[in-house]
């Protein structure tokens, strides 16, 4: 009897030596993934204008420093999707314009920071997160496979009424006035705002084109936009953006109706070298 029990424990002693093993072979025989070499955060997934925009910090966890990490945005293989179940593509910047891939050198144990980029995202309310999903790849590593974040919250800041939406977080637009005037005896609409730089750079070329339409509360389009910093009007403003300094400018609305009550429009906006989060400023319900 004293045999049996130690011959017993014996193969029990065996089977579980046995099941330990193999699963130290399958943990050794598993595919390295984005997060074993890398450790990525999403610091903040807000919508800006049409668009949502991702920013995010990737440090380099390898332990070896990497001469080519490339990082490619959601593509027809691996596209993002949202808690409703639509499929989006999506860009990447690191700082410079927005691209379906970029590249980089990175480290032992160096942070980068960039942002991705979702355009068109669904308007509706009812979306409020996101499987970020991208991929990326390292000959150092011998590595190219997906990374996934899952149910990331989407922050909605939207100005939806009598406001300005801004084109991008690192800008701050504000209405300072609009008003019904005569000048040269004709009706305008001048639309007063201010726009702060907020993005900690200087950028390069930053320009509003006027080269668009409004639109009154009844229905009525207005064509022959111009823009003013201060002087005379033009179809255009541009220039050096200093940070942290602030334009005010003057958007008029000729010939209008004199029962004309409300205006929206959209000024597309550009800058050189810098990957704006929106191309258009959005002008909503704009009352006289």
Known sequence: MYMKNV????????AVLSLSSCENEEEEEKEPNFFTYFQMN?????????????????????????????????SVWDMCEDNTGEMYYSEISLGGNWL?????????????????????????IKVNQLNLIFNCSCPTLDFNGRGEI??????????MSDGIRTNDLGLVYKLVSAEYKTVDNENVADITFTVTNNTGLD????????????EDNLGKQYYGIAISNGGDFYTNVHGTFKKSSTWQLTIRIPRININSK??????????????????????????L
């Open 42 to 74: 999403v610091t903040n997934c807000e919508r800006v204008g049409n668009n949502l925009q991702v920013d995010f910090t990737m440090k380099n966890i390898s332990g070896v420093d990497l001469n080519q990490v490339q990082l490619n945005g959601g």
């Open 262 to 287: 409300r205006f929206n429009g959209s000024v597309p906006c550009t800058v050189d070298g810098y990957p704006l989060g929106d191309s258009y400023v959005n002008f909503y319900d704009i009352s």
């Open 150 to 159: 899952d149910k990331v919250k989407v922050l909605d800041n939207r100005v």
């Open 203 to 214: 950028l390069q070329d930053f320009q509003l084109n006027c080269n668009t339409h409004f």
């Open 100 to 124: 379906e891939s970029v590249r980089t050198s990175m480290d032992k144990g160096e942070t980068i920071s960039g942002s991705f980029l979702i355009k068109n995202f669904n308007k509706s």
């Open 7 to 14: 011959k017993f424990l014996m193969l029990m002693l065996l």
